[in-house]
T-cell receptor, first 114, second 117 residues
Framework: AQSVTQLGSHVSVSEGALVLLRCNYS??????LFWYVQYPNQGLQLLLK??????LVKGINGFEAEFKKSETSFHLTKPSAHMSDAAEYFC????????????FGAGTRLFVKA | EAQVTQNPRYLITVTGKKLTVTCSQN?????MSWYRQDPGLGLRQIYY???????DKGDVPEGYKVSRKEKRNFPLILESPSPNQTSLYFC????????????????FGPGTRLTVL
């Protein structure tokens, strides 16, 4: 079965520091990969996605992620954290075996310290 | 404004009392989906719909029903709610199923917080 693992349910960084949120997936074929952000009391918003082509994907708010097939990873990064980045982040996969389901990771809550 | 709307936003009910959570999108999207969000579990897909009259189970469909009689609406029905269905529910839509062209994006509604006593 497909699965998504996000390492670390909570990540804390200082303002201005590098943000790294980890995501690994299980799949026998290259999947479609997504990162979403959820601010408190809001729905999810798409940050970025990988479908085909360039493996380094740039998203909104300065985030980017790199698809590494050999490592089955799709880690999310941002060079310099801002206080407004504090939120919960979800990695998701879709379009793999099992029809058109979407599988989400458990989420990583990002804290940004002043 | 392009949006996905859900009603109600908050609902407290009792075990066994049938309820419906409505979802509507104004973007002429073919694909719609329902998720539930629980702490530590992320989002889990309940049902999805590829188009009118075409629905399929997600990962946690037990205890839920859906219908897609019109393209814009995708209601979630709990015929006999139980306390383990207490959760935050999200409806979402996209032009086509995820994994299509790079222009496809899944839009989420604001969520419905359901408490079943």
């Amino acid at each position: 079965a497909q699965s998504v693992t996000q390492l670390g349910s909570h990540v804390s960084v200082s303002e201005g520091a590098l943000v790294l949120l980890r995501c690994n997936y299980s799949s026998s074929v290259p999947p479609y990969l997504f990162w979403y952000v959820q601010y408190p009391n809001q729905g999810l918003q798409l940050l970025l996605k990988y479908t085909t082509g360039a493996t380094l994907v740039k998203g909104i708010n300065g985030f980017e992620a790199e698809f590494k097939k050999s490592e089955t990873s799709f880690h999310l990064t941002k060079p310099s954290a801002h206080m407004s980045d504090a939120a919960e982040y979800f990695c998701a996969v879709s379009g793999v075996t099992g029809g058109f389901k979407t599988i989400f990771g458990a989420g990583t809550r990002l804290f940004v310290k002043a | 404004e392009a949006q996905v709307t859900q009603n109600p936003r908050y609902l407290i009910t009792v075990t066994g009392k049938k309820l419906t959570v409505t979802c509507s999108q104004n973007m002429n999207h073919e694909y719609m989906s329902w998720y539930r969000q629980d702490p530590g579990l992320g989002l889990r897909q309940i049902y999805y719909s590829m188009n009118v009259e075409v629905t399929d189970k997600g990962d946690v469909p037990e205890g839920y029903k859906v219908s897609r009689k019109e393209k814009r609406n995708f209601p979630l029905i709990l015929e006999s709610p139980s306390p383990n269905q207490t959760s935050l529910y999200f409806c979402a839509s996209s032009l086509r199923p995820l994994g299509g062209t790079s222009t496809d994006t899944q839009y989420f509604g604001p969520g419905t917080r359901l408490t079943v006593l």
